[in-house]
């Protein structure tokens, strides 16, 4: 896979209108999911991660277009750990970028804001998202069972984490 150059910059209130186009994709819905959301639910959605203190940070692709966001929330500071989580354009999935995507935030979380742990939930079902964080480093610590309703059937959700610790060693077995 050819290496992607993408760029992370803060998320401004005017991308709003492309998170609501990519949170509405079948695919999004599938995995992520929630029904369809309205531009006002998707604002307000984004409204309350300010609030929470989340950090949003919008991508950008080789020429600077926008293909998605990733974000760091739940942040945590006495405890050392915050959640992580990402939504890529539709057209910009499959070709490798959300590696790049999740290594950078990744970086910023242990290197910028100190953390120890950064951990997120997601489906069962969505083996390409289970792929992608198992390749960068995340370990599974749990699966709630049947958590989660798609499309008809219950799925389990998983908790994956990666450490600090785990994060050095692995970028220093890359150098
Ligand atoms: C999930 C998401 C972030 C993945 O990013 P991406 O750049 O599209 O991921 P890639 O296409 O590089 O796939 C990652 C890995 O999964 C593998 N993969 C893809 N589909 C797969 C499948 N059905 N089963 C198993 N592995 C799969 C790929 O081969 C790749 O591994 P490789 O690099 O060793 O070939 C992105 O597709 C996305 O935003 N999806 C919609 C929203 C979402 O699901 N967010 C995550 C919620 S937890």
Do not use: C
């Amino acid at each position: 896979m050819v290496e992607k150059q993408i760029n992370l910059r803060s998320f401004e209130t005017e991308d709003i209108k492309e998170l609501h186009r990519w949170s509405n994709d079948p695919a999004s819905i599938l995995m992520v999911g929630r029904t369809p959301q309205t531009f006002e639910q998707v604002e307000k959605h984004v409204e309350k991660k300010r609030q929470n203190g989340d950090v949003l940070f919008a991508v950008e692709n080789e020429e600077n277009k926008l293909i998605g966001w990733v974000f760091l929330q739940n942040i945590e500071h006495e405890h050392g750990r915050a959640g992580i989580g990402i939504l890529l354009a539709p057209e910009a999935r499959g070709q490798g970028y959300g590696k790049y995507v999740m290594e950078k935030a990744i970086d910023i979380g242990f290197n910028q804001f100190r953390l120890n742990k950064i951990y997120l939930t997601t489906r069962g079902i969505n083996k390409q998202a289970i792929s992608l964080y198992e390749k960068i480093g995340f370990v599974v610590e749990g699966k709630l069972r049947k958590h989660a309703y798609v499309d008809g059937s219950y799925y389990d959700t998983y908790f994956m984490g990666i450490l600090r610790s785990e994060w050095e060693q692995r970028n220093n077995e890359i150098d």
